[in-house]
């Protein structure tokens, strides 16, 4: 098996995509000859051609357009937007049109777009590069929104959103992109969307995370340990629909959680999982869900973003509150 | 069966026509030879050395800022050498009462502006009081959306005719910028309104990766004006005498109640898309480079202002090691200001602190002080 890179993994889902279906076309700014700005699409004009694989003008609302426009004559639209923070500029076409075909044509259209774009914090980018804007996209009905944390995780979800028959949000977070190498099978393989993934296995806390932050939880996990605490690391993969069951059966068995997300606190992923856990799991709950988040500030400029992350030290500090309360 | 031909009206032949109209203005060519005499602004002495020395110093500040950067030192940022002249030719039509919106590329024409050079290279780096604006300082931070600036021009542009003011809002993108609907909403508002504006979309050929051919059917992006019913200019953008007197005559329009003007500026930027790990070789060959290269806006106006006597290698020296040591002591500057806390920047979020922002700013205020 080869040890690839969560950039290369995505790669070779396209591909695997690209050659299984040949309604399956990848567009974007800059993703044809350039193979993208990370290499995401890199290789993949040469060997599907310029009919499949190509660059657009520059334009993110276009390209939401575009897509729902293909998705109509029986495509498979991949589009790429460059940056996730570019998505103010294609919110109508996600939001306000991809995500309601299939419901205003009373269920007899539908938009199956994958829209791959990266995001996240920790690689000093300038502004609206490295917001983490997925809460945006999961309070929209009628989107499911995945956010892979490992190279494995990242081609057998990426395959089954382009499989998909509704419209999926699939966010890659740039620091994962290169940081590691996994094992990943060469043939293809699915995960499910909507399923978490229990990372590491605990019996006295649980900690729900996502995308980095599931690395971050790792480490506080281990870092625990020394002090005999066995924690259990959830890894959602999903954030809409979230896995409820994966996640209330951590909980009975550990009875304390806490949630961990990159992005700010307010109105977040985390807070919806805290209410799940809330309202299906109370009575188990030997203390409060707590939150690690960034604060509540636009996403700093790259000179203060790594005391502005969230990171391994603040997870092992909220998470002795839940052990100790 | 071919379509029949209507006799009153071929809109092939109409397109044909107009795109035929938008011919490349050029005052000074790549030899430094004035060749329309007409349209010469007759620049004194005094504003072509001042010209030229914008140009320099600007070239020079490129150089440094690419290799500030390689060494860590500074952050974000987007190569301008080979826009000299688009960018501080029109530049040097406007006056200080002028509002610029800017993309990133646009650095500048702000500090020429009087944004000063340690703010820029602290706006690069990525600090907060980069972007903290002097009163009366008639600018926007770097763009970093494409294009979200254009719209806003419109909306700068008709406060100022509501308010009278001898003055204009000038807004920058590039090639790539003229395909987002912000470009045609901006042209098409200005217009509507008569707002004094001036669109500048410098074409340097590129959008990141993607050759101008790929962003537009359209022959010339300056074209685009006749569709919001305004006027448009293409302009030969190495040529700072042909890039000053298009600006200078839309801001003579503007300022006069007749309205906005979209102009086209023909450029091409030596460097990569950014300092972040774009590679111009994936998408250009080094033919394309030295035929731009032939066409360098510094190259030229030397040659002019040479002949005519009023620059010399001596003078030319003297802006360059200027250059150099503003350059030095800004870097120093931005050196000394103060490390970026969380609770900078919960404390910029709102005039009135809400609830949440205040128990976080609390928290990381104590956290701080360790």
Same mark, same amino acid.
């Given at each position: 098996?080869?040890?690839?890179?969560?950039?290369?993994?995505?790669?070779?889902?396209?591909?695997?995509?690209?050659?299984?279906?040949?309604?399956?076309?990848?567009?974007?700014?800059?993703? &044809?000859?350039?193979?993208?700005? =990370?290499?995401?699409?890199?290789?993949?004009?040469?060997?599907?051609?310029?009919?499949?694989? =190509?660059?657009?003008?520059?334009?993110?609302?276009?390209?939401?357009?575009?897509?729902?426009?293909?998705?109509?004559?029986?495509?498979?639209?991949?589009?790429?937007?460059? =940056?996730?923070?570019?998505?103010?500029?294609?919110?109508?076409?996600? $939001?306000?049109?991809?995500?309601?075909?299939? =419901?205003? $044509?009373?269920?007899?259209?539908?938009?199956?777009? #994958?829209?791959?774009?990266?995001?996240?914090?920790?690689?000093?980018? +300038?502004?609206?590069?490295?917001?983490?804007?997925? &809460?945006?996209?999961?309070?929209?009905?009628?989107?499911?929104?995945?956010?892979?944390?490992?190279?494995?995780?990242?081609?057998?979800?990426?395959?089954?959103?382009?499989?998909?028959?509704?419209?999926?949000?699939?966010?890659?977070?740039?620091?994962?992109?290169?940081?590691?190498?996994?094992?990943?099978?060469?043939?293809?393989?699915?995960? +499910?969307?909507?399923?978490? !993934?229990?990372?590491?296995?605990?019996? !006295?806390?649980?900690?729900?995370?996502?995308?980095?932050?599931?690395?971050?939880?790792?480490?506080?996990?281990?870092?625990?340990?020394?002090?005999?605490? $066995?924690?259990?690391?959830?890894?959602?993969?999903?954030?809409?629909?979230?896995?409820?069951?994966?996640?209330?059966? $951590?909980?009975?068995?550990? &009875?304390?959680?806490?949630?961990?997300?990159?992005?700010?606190?307010?109105?977040?992923?985390?807070?919806?999982?805290?209410?799940?856990?809330?309202?299906?799991?109370?009575?188990?709950?030997?203390?409060?869900?707590?939150?690690? #988040?960034?604060?509540?500030?636009?996403?700093?400029?790259?000179?203060?973003?790594?005391?502005?992350?969230?990171?391994?030290?603040?997870?092992?500090?909220?998470?002795?509150?839940?052990?100790?309360? | 069966?071919?379509?029949?031909?209507?006799?009153?009206?071929?809109?092939?032949?109409?397109?044909?026509?107009?795109?035929?109209?938008?011919?490349?203005?050029?005052?000074?060519?790549?030899?430094?030879?004035?060749?329309?005499?007409?349209?010469?602004? @007759?620049? %004194?002495?005094?504003?072509?050395?001042?010209?030229?020395?914008?140009?320099?110093?600007?070239?020079?500040?490129?150089?440094?800022?690419?290799?500030?950067? /390689?060494?860590?030192?500074?952050?974000?940022?987007?190569?301008?050498?080979?826009?000299?002249?688009?960018?501080?030719?029109?530049?040097?039509?406007?006056?200080?009462?002028?509002?610029?919106?800017?993309?990133?590329?646009?650095?500048?024409?702000?500090?020429?502006?009087?944004?000063?050079?340690?703010?820029?290279?602290?706006?690069?780096?990525?600090?907060?009081?980069?972007?903290?604006?002097?009163?009366?300082?008639?600018?926007?931070?770097?763009?970093?959306?494409?294009?979200?600036?254009?719209?806003?021009?419109?909306?700068?542009?008709?406060?100022?005719? @509501? /308010?009278?003011?001898?003055?204009?809002?000038?807004?920058?993108?590039?090639?790539?910028?003229? %395909?987002?609907?912000?470009?045609?909403?901006?042209?098409?508002?200005?217009?509507?309104?008569?707002?004094?504006?001036?669109?500048?979309?410098?074409?340097?050929?590129?959008?990141? %990766?993607?050759?101008?051919?790929?962003?537009?059917?359209?022959?010339?992006?300056?074209?685009?004006?006749?569709?919001?019913?305004?006027?448009?200019?293409?302009?030969?953008?190495?040529?700072?005498?042909?890039?000053?007197?298009?600006?200078?005559?839309? /801001?003579?329009?503007?300022?006069?109640?007749?309205?906005?003007?979209?102009?086209?500026?023909?450029?091409?930027?030596?460097?990569?898309?950014?300092?972040?790990?774009?590679?111009?070789?994936?998408?250009?060959?080094?033919?394309?480079?030295?035929?731009?290269?032939?066409?360098?806006?510094?190259?030229?106006?030397? @040659?002019?202002?040479?002949?005519?006597?009023?620059?010399?290698?001596?003078?030319?020296?003297?802006?360059?090691? *200027?250059?150099?040591?503003?350059?030095?002591?800004?870097? *120093?500057?931005?050196?000394?200001?103060?490390?970026?806390?969380?609770?900078?920047?919960?404390?910029?979020?709102?005039?009135?602190?809400?609830?949440?922002?205040?128990?976080?700013?609390?928290?990381?205020?104590? *956290?701080? %002080?360790?």
């Amino acid at each position: 098996m080869a040890q690839l890179t969560m950039i290369q993994a995505i790669t070779e889902a396209l591909k695997t995509e690209m050659k299984n279906d040949e309604n399956v076309l990848v567009f974007g700014e800059d993703v &044809g000859n350039n193979g993208g700005v =990370f290499r995401a699409t890199e290789g993949l004009q040469k060997e599907f051609g310029e009919d499949r694989v =190509f660059d657009t003008p520059l334009a993110e609302s276009g390209i939401g357009g575009l897509a729902i426009g293909l998705a109509l004559q029986g495509y498979r639209p991949v589009p790429e937007i460059q =940056f996730f923070g570019f998505v103010f500029e294609v919110m109508d076409s996600i $939001s306000g049109q991809m995500a309601r075909m299939r =419901f205003r $044509s009373g269920g007899s259209l539908n938009s199956p777009v #994958t829209i791959r774009s990266p995001f996240g914090g920790g690689v000093h980018t +300038p502004e609206m590069h490295a917001d983490s804007l997925e &809460g945006l996209m999961a309070a929209q009905p009628g989107l499911k929104v995945v956010i892979p944390s490992t190279p494995y995780d990242a081609k057998g979800l990426l395959i089954s959103a382009i499989r998909d028959n509704d419209p999926v949000i699939f966010l890659e977070h740039m620091k994962l992109y290169r940081s590691f190498r996994q094992e990943v099978p060469e043939e293809e393989y699915t995960i +499910p969307l909507g399923k978490a !993934d229990v990372k590491r296995e605990g019996k !006295d806390l649980t900690i729900i995370a996502y995308g980095a932050m599931v690395q971050e939880s790792m480490k506080a996990a281990e870092e625990l340990e020394k002090e005999n605490y $066995s924690v259990e690391v959830v890894d959602l993969r999903t954030i809409q629909p979230l896995d409820i069951e994966t996640i209330i059966a $951590s909980v009975e068995k550990t &009875g304390r959680a806490m949630v961990v997300q990159e992005a700010q606190k307010q109105a977040g992923i985390a807070a919806s999982v805290v209410a799940e856990i809330t309202d299906r799991a109370i009575l188990t709950l030997e203390a409060p869900v707590l939150r690690v #988040t960034a604060p509540d500030s636009v996403f700093p400029f790259s000179q203060a973003e790594q005391v502005w992350l969230p990171n391994s030290k603040d997870i092992v500090e909220t998470a002795k509150k839940v052990l100790t309360f | 069966m071919a379509a029949k031909k209507s006799q009153q009206f071929d809109p092939v032949e109409t397109l044909n026509a107009i795109e035929e109209k938008f011919e490349m203005v050029q005052i000074l060519n790549e030899e430094g030879e004035i060749v329309n005499e007409e349209a010469d602004p @007759k620049l %004194s002495d005094e504003d072509l050395q001042e010209l030229m020395t914008r140009m320099v110093y600007t070239r020079i500040l490129d150089q440094r800022s690419i290799s500030l950067n /390689r060494q860590g030192r500074l952050g974000f940022y987007a190569p301008t050498a080979g826009q000299e002249a688009s960018q501080l030719a029109s530049h040097f039509a406007l006056t200080k009462e002028d509002f610029i919106l800017p993309g990133y590329r646009d650095v500048p024409q702000l500090i020429w502006h009087g944004w000063p050079l340690h703010q820029a290279f602290l706006f690069s780096r990525g600090h907060f009081m980069g972007n903290q604006m002097a009163e009366g300082l008639n600018i926007l931070p770097p763009q970093i959306i494409i294009g979200a600036q254009i719209i806003q021009a419109a909306g700068v542009a008709l406060g100022m005719q @509501k /308010r009278k003011k001898d003055a204009v809002a000038v807004t920058y993108t590039g090639d790539g910028g003229s %395909s987002q609907g912000d470009f045609y909403e901006g042209l098409n508002f200005a217009g509507a309104f008569r707002a004094p504006a001036i669109f500048i979309v410098q074409n340097n050929q590129y959008a990141i %990766s993607t050759p101008r051919e790929l962003q537009t059917s359209a022959k010339t992006i300056a074209q685009k004006a006749v569709s919001a019913g305004i006027p448009g200019v293409l302009v030969d953008g190495m040529d700072p005498l042909a890039v000053y007197a298009v600006t200078r005559d839309a /801001r003579e329009r503007a300022v006069k109640g007749d309205g906005p003007t979209l102009i086209e500026t023909l450029c091409y930027r030596y460097g990569p898309h950014t300092m972040a790990g774009d590679d111009p070789t994936r998408y250009r060959t080094s033919d394309i480079d030295s035929e731009w290269e032939k066409k360098d806006p510094l190259v030229r106006f030397r @040659k002019y202002l040479e002949a005519k006597g009023i620059w010399d290698e001596a003078k030319e020296n003297e802006v360059i090691e *200027k250059a150099k040591e503003e350059i030095k002591a800004a870097i *120093k500057k931005a050196d000394g200001a103060p490390k970026q806390k969380v609770s900078d920047l919960l404390e910029i979020m709102y005039e009135d602190v809400p609830f949440n922002v205040q128990e976080q700013l609390d928290i990381y205020k104590a *956290k701080e %002080s360790k």
